[in-house]
């Protein structure tokens, strides 16, 4: 039976093949004020010295679970399930959260017992660790967010804390959606309780541009999947389908956006066949971006630079 600690903050952090960022994630997971963390590492199916790392640095700090490679939902779902808090908190093993993230989500759940999930704003960094931009603390909404989460999303991963009572209502993360776990979790989250803000960053998220996100056939099942899943959702609760626009539209900016911001980071690093071909990839797909001055500015010196002559 499963004995929950009130007031501790649970940290689950799942791993696939991630070592090299991974300490960073775990020392500022061990590093937080709040007086009371477990932190609980999903090692799903990783081939790469994971477990070497753990067990010689953080075995008698850490709850350690080994698992055959299921992917990021059984991950975050088998961490759910071994963790003991009142309250759980998802960090990617590529990013680090600030030292007061856990005091500061959790006292605000505290505070509002009408709250699911608090969020707060993020630093966003390079692969190096470097901080080159931030979130929005001004436009974080709190209240009944449900409807507003199909229109956009408002924080990532490593920025929240659920209160686990929840998730009797909400369910854990589908292991069927190959991409956009995250996002159909917390919409059914937001369906059952209240989110809130908390104005002050909590996390510093990391810039990697192979990640899973940029698999984007991978990414079409699932935006496919996604909207199905929440057709049926909405129906069976009495909500306006006149939701799934709203999410379709969202969801089929991803691309664009994404590579005109992976453009820009290509063309700071001075790669500039890949920020051009990037960018002609993000306006092609999205003509609208050519309104901005910036899109143009790295179109034009990335190819004054030879982007053309060296890209493919």
């Known amino acids: 039976m499963l004995i ?3 007031g501790r903050v649970s940290i689950i952090i799942p791993a696939y093949n991630s070592s090299a960022y991974l300490c960073e994630a775990i020392d500022s997971a061990l590093g937080q004020t709040h007086s009371d963390v477990e932190v609980v590492v999903v090692n799903d199916g990783s081939t790469d010295d994971t477990d070497s790392i753990i067990e010689s640095r953080y075995m008698d700090r850490i709850t350690y679970i080994q ?11 088998a961490g759910i399930l071994a963790s003991t808090g009142e309250f759980i908190s998802f960090l990617d093993a590529d990013d680090r ?3 007061e993230m856990a005091e500061n989500l959790s006292n605000k759940l505290a505070d509002h017992q009408e709250c699911g999930l ?14 080159y931009g931030e979130s929005d603390l001004d436009n974080a909404p709190s209240g009944r967010v449900f409807h507003e989460l199909f229109k956009r999303g408002l924080f990532e991963v490593g920025t929240l804390m659920l209160r686990r009572s929840i998730l009797a209502k909400s369910g854990l993360f589908d292991p069927a959606l190959p991409q956009l776990e995250d996002r159909d979790m917390w919409m059914r989250v937001a369906f059952y309780a209240d989110f809130i803000s908390v104005p002050v960053h909590v996390a510093e998220i990391r810039s990697v541009t192979n990640s899973m996100s940029r698999n984007w056939a991978q990414r079409k099942v699932a935006n496919d999947l996604l909207v199905r899943k929440m057709h049926t959702f909405l129906r069976s609760k009495g909500q306006p389908l006149s939701l799934l626009t709203h999410l379709r539209r969202n ?5 664009p956006a994404q590579c005109v911001q992976d453009a820009f980071k290509s063309y700071w690093a001075a790669d500039y066949s890949t920020a051009w071909r990037k960018m002609l990839r993000g306006v092609i797909a999205s003509p609208g971006y050519l309104r901005n001055r910036g899109v143009w500015a790295v179109l034009v010196k990335s190819v004054m630079r ?3 002559n060296n890209g493919s």
Do not use: D, F, K
């Not at 698992?67 to 779902?77: E, F, I, T």
């Not at 969801?251 to 691309?255: A, F, V």
């Open 118 to 131: 608090a969020y707060g704003g993020w630093y966003q960094i390079n692969q190096t660790g470097e901080r």
């Open 97 to 99: 959260i600030l030292p």
């Open 67 to 77: 698992q055959p490679n299921a992917g990021l939902s059984a991950a975050r779902n």
């Open 306 to 308: 030879g982007g053309m």
């Open 251 to 255: 969801l089929n900016r991803h691309y």
């Open 4 to 6: 929950v600690v009130s």
